[in-house]
């Protein structure tokens, strides 16, 4: 099945760093979107991109939707301690039972020192 | 709070017990999902409901696991016989009608199953 690659796995930050992450795919992706999970809680939707070279903020965050629809990358600027989770990119991949479904990377944990 | 809500959060059991987990979504959202999560991993497609109409199945759903959507409201998921390696985080996701794509999930917060 169509997997999703993220680097990097962890990243530690001082307080105030810009952040970059991204995900690629051997298969191309229609749309791509970018997920930030808190411990123990359910993940939450940042950004979605349906378009392949969109370029998309919100606040501190932007993210781009590469031009070969295999990659994206998500950046965080001017990171604050909130910022601390775990981030994963998804995607629709076909299912094998004629549907298409999110699938999800393994995530880029991210740590940011005060 | 009308975001999507799950319960129990945590369930602990021995091995061979069956659980079952309980998912309201928001509420106008015609479809609803149930992932697992490991440790590590990210969130993994088990099943979804069109309103009561479950459409799919993932083939990481044995016969052990059943999902029911009686009115198109609630949903529960039950998992018979429970095994170690049953264990892990169930995130039940919700969209609402007209999603642009598929993908755009309100996910609850999940419910942490450890089967002893």
Redesign the interface.
Known sequence: GQQ?NQSPQSMFIQEGEDVSMNCTSSSIF??W?WYKQDP??????LI?L?KAGELTSNGRLTAQFGITRKDSFLNISASIPSDVGIY?C???AY?????????????TKLSVIP | DTGVSQNPRHKITKRGQNVTFRCDPISEHNRLYWYRQTLGQGPEFLTYFQNEAQLEKSRLLSDRFSAERPKGSFSTLEIQRTEQGDSAMYLCASTPVGTRATGELFFGEGSRLTVL
Request: aromatic share 14%.
């Open positions: 999703l229609n749309t979107l123990g809680e359910g993940p939450v939707l979605a349906y994963f998804a995607g629709p299912s094998g039972a004629g549907s298409y479904q999110l699938t999800f990377g393994k995530g």
